[in-house]
């Protein structure tokens, strides 16, 4: 968590560091003034106390304990990565737009980090809300993430204090039992509901140039789900996790940040739970959404907001002038479960909030999707080429793919430098998909058949039965991942990849 106000920041401005608050889940610590110098990252297990049991996860530290990174306008991404564990990992700049080689994947050419390997990785940063996280097998579930900040100039000059909250699912089982019992338990189920299953034989992915006409969205059909109510209503959640962290901590001791009466806090959200999706509720407090995924948006008023997994939304409150205590508030979609932190003056007193709340949250659909706007959206320009695909899946044997194609048997998406290029996706399976796609920001332009000049990002919830396109310039060429971003259903195969060079063979 970062709490950090402007004359925080303007008092340490004369000596070239960043301030990142006084506990250890802070991103931003203290930065070396000297070009080119590396920030030390280590990758290490450590004991968590979850709900008074010990369990043990990753962490990513700096020296001294912090977690993340946090980085000033003009300060170079500049990083040697340690893997101080016993077993290969690797870690992935989820946001940020480095040349292929450095995205922190293993894929082609690229290796794991071996055990006391140290890796230096080294880019021009982009600003906004990001975060980091392993992308080798379940290790991200085991929390193997952190925070990624990069501000602004005009971050600093604003009078506002930062608080980051980086919310995950918890789990006390190794997930690979997880992911084992799930292919399991919905090979069992598929088996009693076989007469129900199919996603209605979709063809491939289809290729396009963009003077072709729009496919109509009609007709579309989506499997019925094992696990839900009813025939064709949506799976929310696959999985009962032991508890929900917000900065680590659940809601039977959270994290209490202290804020100033009549004060202007930006809550800098990252939703790094593995399988699960947040309605961010603020309480009595109204927030602005001034950015989604790091890129600014028309500001969107509200108090509750929705957050698949891997999105970041950055959310401007201003607090009453009398002192108080204002718990801020993650619930799991069609659950009663959640986390949060807590906002308080000081020598105000904090009352208990209880970790479930008195109904289960509504679902996490595309209603805050079609209300963001880019402030610097995609500059104008017709899609050279359009592909359509359908995210496919089934409950027999828990297999997610992208065109009926798992990894392994996937068909690339192939483009070539210098395009526009569009994807419309469309959910005909009977789970929501957040769909996210290394390198590259892209801007959300229709959702479900509807024109929109929408938010600039990496990852957007397609829904069930729902359709979403976006388009992107390729201007960054490599293998870069495209995929669903629970990570179980990646896992279970829901993965392919943008592919394209600069010259013969690939870069």
Known sequence: MISITRRHLMALAGTSAALAGTNAFLPGAVRSAFAGAATPLRIERRTLDVRGRAASVFGITKPGGSHGIALDPGEGFTVDLHNATAEDTIVHWHGQTPEWSKDGVVIGPHAALRPNEVRRY????????????????????????????????????????????????????????????????????????????????????????????????????????????????????????????????????????????????????????????????????????????????????????????????????????????????????GDRERTGIILATQGSPIARVAGEAGSAAPPVDLSLEESLFAVDPLPHRHADVTFRTALTGTMMGYVWSIDDRTWGNHTPIEVHPGQRVAIEMRNVSPMAHPMHLHGHHFQVIGINGRPLKGAVRDTVLVPVNGAVTIAFDTDNPGRWPFHCHNLLHMAAGMITEVAYETAPGRS
Do not use: C
């Not at 995950?168 to 007469?195: I, K």
């Not at 001791?253 to 004060?263: F, K, L």
């Open 122 to 333: 080294d880019y021009e940063p982009r600003p906004g809300t990001h975060w980091m996280h392993s992308h080798l097998g379940l290790q991200e579930q085991l929390l193997l993430a952190a925070p990624l900040i990069v501000r602004t100039p005009e971050d600093l000059r604003a009078d506002v204090q930062e608080v980051v909250i980086l919310l995950h699912d918890f789990t006390f089982r190794d997930p690979t039992e997880l992911l084992a019992d799930l292919r399991g338990s919905a090979m069992a189920h598929a088996t009693e509901n076989v007469s129900s299953m199919g996603h209605g034989g979709m063809a491939g992915m289809d290729h396009m140039t963009g003077d072709e006409p729009d496919v109509p969205l009609s007709g579309l059909t989506v499997a019925p789900d094992a696990h839900a109510g009813g025939p064709g209503q949506p799976d929310l959640n696959d999985v009962e996790y032991d508890a929900y962290l917000a900065n680590d901590r659940t809601l039977d001791d959270p994290e209490v940040v202290t804020v100033e009466r009549g004060g202007r806090v930006r809550l800098r959200i990252i939703n790094g739970a593995t399988t699960s999706a947040f309605q961010i509720d603020l309480g009595t407090l109204q927030g602005t959404v001034i950015a989604a995924d790091g890129n600014p948006v028309r500001p969107v008023k509200g108090k509750r907001f929705g957050m698949t997994m891997g999105q970041r939304l950055d959310v401007v409150l201003s607090l009453p002038r009398e002192g108080g205590a204002w718990p801020i508030l993650a619930q799991r979609e």
